[in-house]
Structures are given as C-alpha cells and as structure tokens.
T-cell receptor
Framework: AQKVTQAQTEISVVEKEDVTLDCVYE???????LFWYKQPPSGELVFLIR??????QNEISGRYSWNFQKSTSSFNFTITASQVVDSAVYFC??????????????FGTGTRLQVTL | EAGVAQSPRYKIIEKRQSVAFWCNPI?????LYWYQQILGQGPKLLIQ????????DSQLPKDRFSAERLKGVDSTLKIQPAKLEDSAVYLC?????????????FGPGTRLTVT
C-alpha cells in the first residue's frame, strides 16, 4: 500500500526566510511518480512538479527547489526567500507507475505555510 | 486552454437529501478522477474513469455514492442519501493520457455542507 507522510502540519515564517517542507513516502513499486501541489485559499490544487522514481536529480525552478532521495524515501520542497504569496497548503503526492495505466494520486495530509511580513 | 470546470461551487443540504455534482474535464483528457477532501486532510480518490469505463472505485461508498461518465467526457457524482460526514470538498481532476507520469489538473471543487 502507498502512503505519504507530511509530518509538519503548519509552518510560519517571516518573509524572505527560506523554508523546507518535508515529505516521506512508502511504496512497493519500483516505478512511481512524486508530485507537489499547492492549494491556495481559493481551493484549487495547482501542480508544481513531477518526479519519476528513476530520476534523483534535484530540480530548481526560480525560488523553488526539490530534493529527491530514494535512500530515505523523501521528496522535500524548499522555498527560498519566501513571499506572502507563497502562503498556502502544500501537498506531496505519490502515484504508481507500474500498472501501465494512469493511477490515482495518494496525498499526504498537507503542510500549511503561513508567510508574514 | 480552458481548465477543469465544476458546478456548483457550493451546496448546502440537509442529511438524507440527495445532491449531484458535475464536472467537465479539459478537452481531450481521457482520464477523469473524483476526489473527496475533508477539511484538514489531503484529497482521497473516490472513483477513476478511463474514457467512459471505471478503472478504480474501490473507495467509493457504493451504498450512497454513484458516478457516471457518459460519452467519456462530462461526469456526474451523486450522493443519495447524504450523511453529515459527507461534508467535504469534492474535486474533479483530469489527465491527458493513460500513464501515471501525467500530472492531474484539478477543478475548483464543490464545497458540500450537510446539516
């Protein structure tokens, strides 16, 4: 069975601080995909990144960066120089890839990030 | 490109009443999902369609929930009768192809309150 754990329920930072959101996953599949989604107060889930299990390269996109480590089953997300607009709930999610068909996303419980001035 | 459309955005009903939600996925997206998001939790899959066939409905409470995707495009999710614990946001998502590598695009959701 798949499982995603986001141990941090809520994080508060002051603008311009760096913040890391943790994600630990469990799966028996050798092929799988990891995702991060952002859910702002409006409620719509916004896709941020996808990673497949064979690609452990870290990725940077502007102020966002992701660190994928298979050895610790973690896929952490760092926001550098946080801004008020980053305030949202962030979800880490996992989907199986070995079935050959599109699979459901298994979500963590989310981390609420509050960025204040 | 238009996103995933859902209606209504909000619905308040009394327990034991019935309710229906509608979803129009992104044009050309073969796979459609319905998720339930209870306050403070991550979304949980209710049902997945590939075109107009059901791929996974293992977590759908079939005694009260039903869903269909006629013609492989729009989908409706129905609850009959509703219970208090059905209060949640119901999210529809779609994805282009039949592989897990594709990201899912989510609609704005329908917030259901059962009183």
């Amino acid at each position: 069975a798949q499982k995603v754990t986001q141990a941090q329920t809520e994080i508060s930072v002051v603008e311009k601080e760096d913040v890391t959101l943790d994600c630990v996953y469990e799966t028996r599949d050798t092929t799988y995909y990891l995702f991060w989604y952002k859910q702002p107060p409006s409620g719509e889930l916004v896709f941020l990144i996808r990673r497949n299990s064979f690609d452990e390269q870290n990725e940077i996109s502007g102020r966002y960066s992701w660190n994928f480590q298979k050895s610790t089953s973690s896929f952490n997300f760092t926001i550098t120089a946080s801004q008020v607009v980053d305030s949202a709930v962030y979800f880490c999610a996992l989907s199986e890839g070995s079935t050959g068909t599109a699979s459901k996303l298994t979500f963590g419980t989310g981390t609420r990030l509050q960025v204040t001035l | 490109e238009a996103g995933v459309a859902q209606s209504p955005r909000y619905k308040i009903i009394e327990k034991r009443q019935s309710v229906a939600f509608w979803c129009n996925p992104i044009s050309g997206h073969a796979t459609l999902y319905w998720y339930q998001q209870i306050l403070g939790q991550g979304p949980k899959l209710l049902i997945q369609f590939q075109n107009n066939g059901v791929v996974d409905d293992s977590q759908l409470p079939k005694d009260r929930f039903s869903a269909e995707r006629l013609k492989g495009v729009d989908s409706t999710l129905k609850i009959q009768p509703a219970k208090l614990e059905d209060s949640a946001v119901y999210l529809c998502a779609s994805t282009l192809g039949g592989a897990s590598s594709y990201e899912q695009y989510f609609g704005p959701g329908t917030r259901l309150t059962v009183t």
